[in-house]
């Protein structure tokens, strides 16, 4: 038996559930944005959502990842039944696209974090995405009613000085 699931350690699967496992059910059954689906946050956040539906939940939630793949190649998708991949810009409205859909949680990790191939050669779209990109998610949460958790990393929003860290 393999120690991964997805190519993420089985180990640390067993650890973020483990650590969950209060909430965890409040997936069941529920359909799931993950924007910035294909980047390394994004990619680990579908990886483990997968995980709680082959093992945990007891009605398995349907998700939705959206990618631009702006400064990247496309990966390969991961196929899932419960799983659709979107390519998509989220400065424009994603509406159309996941119609059919009720969100009650949107994971929002969009935001392209990588130096050489990401903002460093698409500042304009970084930040577009930072700004308009939010404002349609936002959007979008309201008209569902829906839960965001959003994530991103220190490229994208900065760095707080070690002095301000309580």
């Not at 059954?29 to 939940?57: P, Q, R, S």
């Not at 419960?82 to 969009?110: A, C, Q, T, W």
């Amino acid at each position: 038996m393999s120690n991964l699931f997805y190519n993420l350690p089985i180990s640390d699967l067993e650890e973020i559930k483990h650590n969950l496992s209060d909430i965890s059910q409040e997936f069941s059954g529920e359909d799931v944005l993950i924007l910035g689906g294909a980047g390394a946050l994004g990619t680990a956040v579908k990886v483990f959502l997968l995980y709680l539906n082959k093992y945990v939940l007891l009605e398995p939630m349907r998700i939705v990842s959206v990618d631009n793949y702006i400064g990247r190649p496309k990966p390969l998708q991961i196929d899932d039944s419960n799983l659709l991949n979107i390519e998509h810009d989220l400065i424009l409205p994603l509406d159309e696209k996941v119609f059919g859909y009720r969100f009650s949680f949107m994971f929002n990790m969009s935001g392209n974090a990588a130096p050489t191939s990401g903002y460093g050669r698409f500042p304009i779209e970084t930040m577009d995405v930072s700004y308009l990109g939010v404002k349609n998610l936002l959007r979008l949460a309201m008209q569902h009613n829906a839960k965001i958790i959003n994530m991103s990393s220190s490229e994208v929003v900065g760095l707080v000085p070690l002095n301000e860290l309580s």
